[in-house]
Each structure stands twice: as C-alpha cells, then as structure tokens.
C-alpha cells in the first residue's frame, strides 16, 4: 500500500468495533512494547508529525530524515531516533493527580494505577522524531501561524509561548484523542483548548487512523469512539 494513501486517503467503507477480550497494558514500557509490534506489521506508517518512513531494528525505529526532507534543529542524535510521544502531554493528566503534586511523574509510576493506565494508552500514543518529541515537551497545540523549524516538516514550536502548532494533516487525529482522554479519564482541559479539539475534530480521519483504531482495540480492549464514529459515517 502507498505511504500517502495511508496517511492522506480517506477509509471509504464502515469500521465497526467489535468486543474483544483484551486488557490495558499495565506500564508506558508495555504500550510500548506492543506499539512496536504493531507498527513494525504496517511498516510503510511513517512518524506522525513529519512523514518520515521508519526503519524497524528490533524494539528500535530509525527515521529516514532524508527522504522526509527532515532538518535537523539542534539535536541530532535524538532526531534520528524514534520516540512514543503523548499526544496529550503526560504532564497534562498527570499534574491533576495528588500523585504528582506530591513527587511528580515518578512518584504516579509507582503509587498510582490511574496515572499508569492514563501513560500508556495507545490511542494517546504516536511513533515521532526524538528531537521533534522533545521539542513539543508538554506544549498545548495551537493554530498560530509560525514558521517551519524541520525543514519540510511543517511542525512549529514556539518556546517562549510554550505552544506546538502540528501539521494540519494530524488535527483531525489530535482533536479526536483529546476529546477520548477528556471523557474517559475526566481530564480538565480549558475551555479554549476544547473549541479548538472540537474543531479540528471535524476533519476526516484517514484509512490508517481507523485501521489502528481497531488494532489498538484488540490489543488494550477499548476503542477510541470519536475515531469510530467518524469512520463510520465516511
């Protein structure tokens, strides 16, 4: 199957989530483990900020910076690496929990099983360059009009405001997931961050979107329902 008909094309038939008897996996590491799995099967996926192909060794993915017209800012180490980025930032969810007001995100890892589970749900999770990963650090999504940092990858940061704006290809996908963490852990997301999420929500989702939809939901046992609503009605 072509890179772009995954990325861009638009799934032309119903996708309907079955019940499956599966669990959550019980770490960020374990989500971690499966999502490689899962990706190293549909090879041809790229990152999800800049299309970038990945190359699968093992439990490792390598970017193909060159192909994507990928240039790196500062570190290039970590850009040639892959990395598991939160879509909404584990900082996000994580800071509402006593938990992490009483030693941060190492402290929820060991005493709180919500937070666990919250960090590693695949629906929040996406193959990204490391430097772009890092870069994004929590960073609430914005639609500012700013310059590209990577080359042709038209991801934008800007760190005095402390705001990400994605490429517009990823707002459907974005939009979905936080409107899905919102409801099913009863996250508090400003109200502005919300009316954007619902707007870029309306865009339709690729193939792939409701293709890994329904992997994810064999795996951890829930779907995202935004996702399966909206492939749905295509």
């Not at 669990?23 to 041809?44: N, W």
Request: overall charge positive; hydrophobic content about 30%.
């Amino acid at each position: 199957m072509r890179l772009t008909k995954i990325i861009l094309g638009t799934a032309m038939i119903a996708v309907s989530i079955p019940t499956f008897a599966a669990s959550h996996p019980q770490s960020f590491q374990a989500s971690k483990r499966e999502l490689v799995k899962l990706y190293k099967q549909h090879s041809d996926v790229p990152t999800f900020y800049c299309h970038a192909p990945i190359k699968w060794e093992g439990k490792k993915g390598m970017p193909h910076l060159y192909e994507a017209g990928y240039k790196v800012r500062k570190q290039e180490k970590r850009a040639n690496r892959i990395e598991w980025e939160h879509v909404v930032p584990a900082y996000w969810f994580g800071h509402q929990l006593k938990c992490w007001q009483d030693g941060g995100r190492k402290n929820c890892k060991k005493t709180s099983a919500n937070f666990r589970e919250m960090e590693g749900d695949m629906h929040n999770l996406v193959p990204a360059i490391g430097e772009v990963n890092g870069d994004r650090s929590n960073y609430r999504y914005s639609d500012w009009r700013g310059p590209g940092m990577y080359g042709r990858c038209s991801m934008s940061i800007d760190f005095k405001k402390k705001q990400a704006r994605p490429p517009e290809y990823t707002h459907g996908f974005i939009g979905r997931d936080y409107l899905y963490m919102r409801d099913k852990y009863g996250l508090k997301i400003s109200k502005a961050q919300i009316r954007l999420m619902q707007a870029w929500a309306k865009q339709r989702p690729s193939e792939w979107e409701c293709k890994r939809n329904q992997l994810i939901a064999q795996i951890q046992g829930n779907d995202n329902p935004y996702v399966t609503k909206a492939c749905k009605i295509l």
